[in-house]
């Protein structure tokens, strides 16, 4: 008996398309809804430096938390809906975000803002048109450490049947059968290397100025 | 013109970094200040585009309060220049000059036109315009800066110390640079320092500050020199003050030897009718163009090694007397005809 039955892996084609799709969609949520809470923390922390160490925290407490109990002690409210893996998955995502776009903002040079400033740039243009772009490497590199943490957490949620690509191992174990398990392995490594490599290549299109520069 | 009215800048409770400042910048002139670490020549300069708010006092530009005007609309109409050029490294050397036009909503082509012609003002080659900062010298990073601050055509340029990354050689060319576009472009400039050779090199006045904030003298260089209002002030000019103040002055500024041994060439002059007072005589042919010099007496003529020009300034005429074998030098004007001698006793009554 071959590790791999093809013969399964073609009946099942539709299905695993499914659960992969579901696998980016969760990823890409979770990840969308980090950002969209840890960045508005992380501007509050670069502004008012008080509240940086609390949020650290925060944050942290909430990354240690067993990712399992987690997605348990949230059933009672949320059910077994797409909802409990979502806020579950978001919140592993904050640490990694908040922190690093607080070191992409504290890392912009202070005579470049102080430059920005004295050209006469009100605060929100500085923000996005001088100080997000410079802080934007140390920012896509939360992202994508982010990025692929979440895809490997996406298939533990598969326990609350919410899973990607993680029902494909439920499936194998349940049946002792090793081809969905495999076909969920490969493509969950397959998906987050390229999810790495597009975000890799989205910073560098993103950043001409980086080019051929040591960092 | 801008004026400082009793301006005052504390910081916290305790600190005071400018204390009750009157002071006067004159529109179109370069105006310095100057002074050692902690005497509030940068917080003066930051007051006026209010990167600093005052704590006490008025500020106002052409009789207009800065504060009557909102602070990005005034700093848009202040260039700034400080010391570590302060680039945007995310934009190109065209993308930094065009920061000021862009946010004053100038339209492409007016933006591109303006930012091509700096790039030629400020001494820098077109083929840099899609450089990023990392990729210049400290050198082109502060014509860069310059060019920026320059874009939108600012009536006043406030520039922190913007020489004082670069190495000694750039800066002299930075300095001649600055002087030299201030000369067509004619700028109320504003340029912080604490190098004293800087000051008396850049500034028409010169605003000496003493630590605490305290505004010690405000005058051109030549009066500051000629003139230090304390000890502190005369401290700060150096030992070597009368220098500088030479440096200040060409030749048609200072007299000339008086009864100069001279000697017409072409006419044989009996040696008993030759001064006694010097033990040589400067030679000259019938035409007044200068031959050279020989002992009292003697026949060979020696070429001097030195001559001056009318517009010298007097320190090199200094250290050429003071390596000619015979302790004068001589003036030679555009003609080429011999206009006196002088050493170092008609510079000392150019200072007088």
Redesign the interface.
Known sequence: MSLVQWDWVARHGGEIGAQLGQHVLLTGLALGFGLLIAFPLALAAVRWPRFYGPSLGLTGILFTVPSLALFILLIPFTGLSIATSLIGLTIYTLLILFRNIVEGLRGV?A??S?????????RG?RLVQ?EL??ALPVIMAGVRIAAVTTIGMVTVTALIGQGGLGQLFITGFTLHFTTPLLVGFVLSIALAVSVDLLLAGLLWWL?P?QRG?AT | MITFEQVTKRYGDQTVAVDGLDLTIASGELTVLVGPSGCGKTTTLRMI?R?EPASAGRIAIDDRAIDSLDA?????GIG?V???????????VFDNIA??PR?LGWKKPAVQERVHRLIETVGLSPSLATR?P?QLSGGQQQRVGVA?ALAADPPIL?MDEPFAAVDPIVRRRLQDELLDLQARLQKTIVFVTHDIDEAIRLGDRIAIFAVGGRLAQFDTPRNLLAAPADDFVADFLGRDRELKRLALLDVRQAPRMHAPPLVDNDRAVPEAKESTVHDWVVVHDNAGRLLGWRHRGASALQPFTDTVSPTTALDRVLAAALRSPIGVVPVVDDDGCLDGLIGPAELRKALA
Do not use: C
């Open positions: 040079p005579d470049v102080e430059a920005a400033k004295a050209l006469g740039y009100s243009r001088v772009p410079i950043t100025w520069r | 585009n990167l990005m609309t005034l700093r848009r700034y400080m010391q570590h050029s302060g680039l945007f490294p995310h934009r190109s920061t000021v946010l990023y990392h920026r406030l």
